[in-house]
């Protein structure tokens, strides 16, 4: 199994990939849009034998207190090839892509207890607050240190988030 960018041509399995990880599509359709904006910062699938077993996407954040941020989601796994470290690997590359890229800070919005394994801390740590009220679910990873203002605030998605 590879971690790799994805490619011209590998939409339609990645649009699979989410749509089979999620009750309903509105997440490949995200990633639909988030690619036809042109704001897909990163976006990485996981191939085996020809196949796309998983993707994970992140896109810029604002804040009126930070800057130069990423939202990490969504992130999927096809059914049949979870459990065997495959989103682990791609959160990994994604946070190792978006350091590399000089982004300060990443947010997330999900389970706390499988986010900490990456340094991600509840985001009021920061005072940063988001704009789906996400409570504990909502984390942060500083990846430059002082990227993150102790003064917090709100931090928005792109606006294709609000379809979801």
Do not use: K
Not at 13 to 21: D, F, Q
């Amino acid at each position: 199994m590879r971690v790799r960018h994805e490619a011209p041509g590998d939409e339609a399995a990645i649009h699979r990939v989410h749509s089979e990880s999620f009750p309903t599509d509105a997440e490949a359709r995200l990633v639909d849009s988030l690619r036809a904006a042109g704001i897909l910062s990163i976006s990485l699938v996981a191939e085996e034998s020809g196949q796309i077993l998983g993707h994970v996407a992140c896109s810029p954040v604002t804040s009126s207190a930070v800057s130069s941020g990423l939202g990490l989601a969504p992130v999927a796994v096809l059914s049949g090839a979870r459990r065997r470290g495959i989103a682990d690997q791609l959160v990994r590359a994604a946070l190792s892509l978006a350091t590399e890229g000089g982004h300060g800070y990443v947010v997330v919005l999900g389970a706390p207890s499988y986010y900490a394994r990456f340094g991600f801390m509840p985001a009021r740590t920061w005072n940063l607050h988001d704009e789906y009220e996400g409570g504990e679910a909502f984390q942060a990873i500083e990846l430059q240190p002082g990227a993150l203002s102790h003064s917090g605030g709100v931090v928005q998605y792109a606006p294709q988030f609000a379809a979801l």
